[in-house]
T-cell receptor, first 115, second 115 residues
Framework: AQSVAQPEDQVNVAEGNPLTVKCTYSVSGNPYLFWYVQYPNRGLQFLLK??????LVKGSYGFEAEFNKSQTSFHLKKPSALVSDSALYFCAVRDGPGGYNKLIFGAGTRLAVHP | GAVVSQHPSRVICKSGTSVKIECRSLDFQATTMFWYRQFPKQSLMLMATSNEGSKATYEQGVEKDKFLINHASLTLSTLTVTSAHPEDSSFYIC???????????FGSGTRLTVV
């Protein structure tokens, strides 16, 4: 079965410093991986996805993620964190190759960016 | 971009009553709709998947007679929580998937409080 793991419950970083939110995956076949961000009492906003192609994926709001097949990781990164980046971040993998398959989410990582 | 409108954003109801939550895809045809439930500080738990015109597929442990899902058109899906109880209080989020771009678009969520 497909799964993702986010090993950190919370990540703390100072504003202006680079940030990394970790995600590892376990899939059979080619992985379709996603990152979403959630602000309090809101739905999920799409940040980026990896389907195929370049291992470095650039997304919204200056975020990027690196797909690493050998380490089965898909870590989310940003060169310079903003206080407004503080939110809950979810890594997800699509379950199966078909067009209607569900997303399976990690437990989420809370990012706190301090001024 | 793709937009999913979810209403209401907040609802308070009395125990024993039913509540309907709507999700509309505003600028694309949602062939598949996913309904999630999220407890405080936790990840999203998939409740059910519905394809337009078909019966919903419920995840294990989700009562289909309690959480009624209707996906009668390509732009509207509803979740009805029947005979609500305080333990049904939660944050419910829908996600729509069309046939283009393999994207999943999320609604803004509904905070249900049963008193």
């Amino acid at each position: 079965a497909q799964s993702v793991a986010q090993p950190e419950d919370q990540v703390n970083v100072a504003e202006g410093n680079p940030l990394t939110v970790k995600c590892t995956y376990s899939v059979s076949g080619n992985p379709y991986l996603f990152w979403y961000v959630q602000y309090p009492n809101r739905g999920l906003q799409f940040l980026l996805k990896y389907i195929t192609g370049d291992n470095l994926v650039k997304g919204s709001y200056g975020f990027e993620a690196e797909f690493n097949k050998s380490q089965t990781s898909f870590h989310l990164k940003k060169p310079s964190a903003l206080v407004s980046d503080s939110a809950l971040y979810f890594c997800a993998v699509r379950d199966g190759p078909g067009g209607y398959n569900k997303l399976i989410f990690g437990a989420g990582t809370r990012l706190a960016v301090h001024p | 971009g793709a937009v999913v409108s979810q209403h209401p954003s907040r609802v308070i109801c009395k125990s024993g009553t039913s509540v309907k939550i709507e999700c509309r895809s505003l600028d694309f045809q949602a062939t598949t709709m996913f309904w999630y439930r999220q407890f405080p500080k936790q990840s999203l738990m998939l409740m059910a998947t519905s394809n337009e015109g078909s019966k919903a597929t419920y995840e294990q442990g989700v009562e289909k007679d309690k959480f009624l899902i209707n996906h009668a058109s390509l732009t509207l899906s509803t979740l009805t929580v029947t005979s609500a109880h305080p333990e049904d209080s939660s944050f419910y989020i829908c996600s729509a998937r069309g046939t283009v771009n393999y994207g999943y678009t999320f609604g803004s969520g509904t905070r249900l409080t049963v008193v």
